[in-house]
């Protein structure tokens, strides 16, 4: 998906254009650069979902790791605790 024409052409650089500073960073009145575009919501492979403009932000590196990695982190405590059970 990331390497389709309409991410590379038109999402990505579409997002960044209309949001150049992370949104994160300026939540706490700092106005870094931003270098990524996230989906708020993770696209989970929905076409509709990741080509949904107003779920998508723009954010710095460290923004986009440090939330990826909680997602990451939350998906796995869920998959844990279901073979808890």
Not at 58 to 81: F, I
Request: with cysteine; hydrophobic share 30%; proline share 6%.
């Amino acid at each position: 998906m990331y390497l389709t024409p309409e991410w590379t052409e038109d999402l990505r650089p579409g997002q960044l254009l209309r949001e150049p500073f992370c949104r994160e960073c300026a939540r706490h009145g700092d106005r870094t650069p931003a270098t990524e575009v996230d989906h708020i919501q993770p696209h989970r492979g929905d076409w509709a979902v990741f080509m949904d403009r107003g779920n998508l932000q723009s954010l710095c590196h460290s923004c986009h790791s440090r939330k990826t990695m909680a997602e990451m982190r939350q998906k796995r405590d869920a998959l844990c605790a279901r073979w808890r059970r």
